[in-house]
């Protein structure tokens, strides 16, 4: 086993991983898992050229750059698209700024080749054997099952990444806190980033989690079960008071796989309050509209995202449906108090 040198940044991936369980790193013949953790340097700088640490900060990163890196897979459209190697490879594909790697397998051809990690060993703890975040998370379901939630929950969700889902999760959570309501904010899928979580913060979540508290360095490929649990447990501990509210973010778009399958769940939907859905233009917005009625049987409350910054895809829009558009960037509360409190 060797030991750890100093200046290593820990990511915000392997948030749920104690400091004191650390013993060292070393080589193990093992195939690498969801939430297995390395000790790794940076090879070669490609895309993603910073690091989110544990507390949020971002770090430029260089060439031989040491850190603490998560095995994960990836789901990203305007990103990559990874998965976890069959075999203890050498060199992995760094595929989030929050310190997941894996290997890449489909690129967006906007992109660079992603940054190269080379792998010194797995983490290991006193008994030698590698950490998993999986074994640390923060927010246990409890032994007597998931508590249901009675928080009212705004369920903000797409038609793919970067539509705007974040902007809009967050403008609910300042509108509530505004309206002196206290909310707490969740993203129950997607890739580790605590970026989203912070800004529902900023915007006044009082408390707020992700499946990163869990230990899931992502949620891509996760069964319907372990889909489940998260919700049951972010949404119990996030969601047991019924005077407050709830806004949860699903990622990517809802024809995606996890998103897909959790709006397909009678115990999801029958939780919803008010669901919000976010479009980049007003076309998608109408083809994502059609696609929530006739595959979900859902109606959202409210449309927001990119699409609601510009009056020319509004005014597109109000040939379509008759469901109001709010600006994230642009609260109105009086409109805001119409849409999620009635």
């Known amino acids: 086993?060797?030991?750890?040198?100093?200046?290593?940044?820990?990511?915000?991936?392997?948030?749920?991983?104690?400091?004191?369980?650390?013993?060292?790193?070393?080589?193990?013949?093992?195939?690498?898992?969801?939430?297995?953790?390395?000790?790794?340097?940076?090879?070669?700088?490609?895309?993603?050229?910073?690091?989110e640490n544990v507390s949020g900060r971002i770090h430029t990163i260089h060439n031989g750059t040491r850190a603490f890196f998560v095995y994960g897979n990836r789901y990203a459209p305007d990103h990559y698209e990874g998965i976890i190697p069959d075999d203890n490879v050498r060199e992995v594909d760094l595929l989030a700024r929050s310190g997941m790697i894996g290997q890449v397998q489909t690129k967006n051809a906007m992109l660079k080749d992603p940054t190269r990690i080379r792998i010194q060993g797995y983490l290991?703890?006193?008994?030698?054997?590698?950490?998993?975040?999986?074994?640390?998370?923060?927010?246990?379901?409890?032994?007597?099952?998931?508590?249901?939630?009675?928080?009212?929950?705004?369920?903000?969700?797409?038609?793919?990444?970067?539509?705007?889902?974040?902007?809009?999760?967050?403008?609910?959570?300042?509108?509530?806190?505004?309206?002196?309501?206290?909310?707490?904010?969740?993203?129950?899928?997607g890739t580790a980033s605590l970026q989203d979580i912070l800004h529902m913060n900023d915007s006044g979540a009082k408390d707020f989690a992700d499946f990163t508290y869990l230990g899931h360095p992502s949620s891509y490929m996760l069964s319907q079960d372990e889909l489940m649990s998260i919700f049951h447990t972010l949404d119990g501990k996030l969601g047991s008071n019924q005077k407050n509210f709830i806004v949860v973010e699903f990622a990517d778009g809802i024809n995606q796989r996890e998103t897909a399958m959790l709006l397909e769940s009678p115990e999801v939907v029958n939780r919803v309050h008010k669901l919000i859905f976010c479009a980049a233009d007003a076309l998608g917005a109408v083809g994502g509209l059609h696609i929530l009625k006739t595959k979900f049987n859902l109606v959202p409350d409210a449309i927001s995202g990119v699409c609601s910054s510009s009056p020319l895809h509004v005014r597109e829009l109000t040939s379509f449906t008759e469901a109001p558009v709010f600006n994230g960037a642009d609260l109105k509360l009086d409109q805001m108090a119409e849409i999620l409190l009635n």
């Open 1 to 51: 086993m060797n030991k750890i040198p100093p200046g290593v940044i820990v990511p915000s991936s392997a948030l749920c991983l104690p400091k004191s369980s650390i013993f060292g790193y070393g080589q193990l013949e093992k195939n690498p898992e969801p939430g297995d953790v390395v000790f790794g340097k940076v090879r070669r700088i490609g895309h993603h050229s910073s690091l």
């Open 124 to 189: 290991l703890g006193k008994d030698g054997k590698a950490l998993n975040t999986r074994q640390f998370p923060r927010i246990k379901n409890p032994a007597s099952g998931p508590k249901k939630g009675k928080a009212k929950l705004i369920l903000v969700v797409g038609t793919a990444m970067n539509s705007g889902k974040s902007l809009a999760a967050a403008a609910c959570c300042r509108s509530l806190h505004q309206m002196g309501y206290t909310v707490n904010g969740c993203k129950m899928t």
